[in-house]
């Protein structure tokens, strides 16, 4: 059963995950919260709908000259970064008298995960040297659409969510899986553990790989990243937190 | 051809398709970029980038969940936000910026399909449809508002609600 003080609890935070401004614990201390509640999980997209039609507000402005030449140019160079496809025509120039109608290259969407992040850096990188940066922040905000996007699909076979324990079965926090475009782990833990930065790495049958760092302070904290591994083939996430403290969520029994 | 035909084409790697969709809603996604990050060098990147995920991400476009230009436009406020986080120097008064979207001196720029939005979020406190604007538009939150605003805490995270919250009651009526 629902706590129904829990909905009073996050329905500030819920009205800013709606908005897509929550901070990452905000969005966790939600996340798990709907799993259980069908009223919030419908409170959250209805306010989602209206936070959405805000953004109609902006004004109309013409873009520069060549705006659509060098979209399109700049699609077709990732395209043809695919194996899968064959490689297209050159792209159009961006110029103001270039016919739109001409581009008749296969334009598919390569289904290679964290590709489009690290192109999209080093656009950024050209304009301020900050990709780095940006590439975190922009990880970040995938995780937020993703969060959002999982809403729909909460307890079915895309999401998924499991404890975090210490070496005593103590339970200090959850992990958060995400099947999708792209794939994605977030693991929070509480304020019961010590500050401190832990190494997440997910655990597969091919091996370990590190996933992200958790900074955790005295109110407990949060990370996550977008995932290669389908989340199926994922049999432990692991902490190693400071002075060699393990925590580990168990997913091995999960299916 | 419907918006979501569109999606669909470019799906399936119908460049045709990305060309009219890019063509049709490229004022738009730009006159948001412009309204977030404020210089036009970077909007127009911004919006650039915005239609790359569009393009990466149409197979997952789901009509029944979203408009396609309202789709479209969450990708782009998160592409233009990842940007305002690295580069704070572009974010001067967000607060200003948001008054602005709701002034009647925008309208002859205004989209026929946000008379509605844009006529409710008039109808708010002018302190909530900042509250929301800056929350939704530019991704602060609600500590970041109480801080520019030198507000509570706690008043921000009202604000923010509350105003979402009326907004939804005023297009459920509109709705009829």
Known sequence: MVDPNRCGEVADALAEVATGAASGPDRARVLAHLADCPDCRRELDELTRVADEVLLVAPEHDPPAGFEGAVLARIAALASESPAVPPPSPPPAPATDAEPDAVVTPLRPRRRRRALPYAAAAAIAALGGAGVVWQATSDDRDLAAGYRETLDVANGRYFHAAPIVDDNGEQVGHVFLYQGEPSWVFTVLDDTVDPGTYDVSVVTEDGTQPLAECEVDRTGGGAGSTVDADIYQIERIDLVGPGGTTLAADLSDDD | ?176
């Open chain 2, 1 to 176: 051809m419907s918006d979501e035909a569109l999606l669909a084409g470019m799906a399936a790697g119908d460049a045709d398709a990305m060309a009219a969709f890019v063509r049709r809603h490229q004022g738009r996604v730009y006159g948001l970029a412009l309204s977030v990050v404020g210089v036009p060098a970077i909007a127009e990147e911004v919006a650039q980038e915005a239609f790359v995920r569009a393009w990466r991400h149409a197979g997952n476009y789901d009509a029944r969940r979203a408009q396609a230009s309202t789709w479209l436009l969450t990708i782009t406020r998160n592409v233009a936000i990842d940007v305002l986080r690295v580069r704070r120097e572009l974010t001067v008064e967000p607060a200003v910026v948001a008054e602005m979207l709701i002034s009647t001196t925008n309208d002859s720029d205004r989209v026929a399909d946000s008379e509605r939005i844009t006529t409710a979020l008039r109808a708010l406190p002018r302190e909530q449809a900042t509250a929301v604007l800056l929350s939704v538009h530019f991704g602060l939150t609600a500590r970041e508002i109480s801080e520019q605003q030198q507000i509570p805490l706690g008043t921000a995270k009202t604000r923010i609600r509350t105003g979402l919250s009326r907004l939804r009651a005023m297009l459920e009526v509109s709705h009829g």
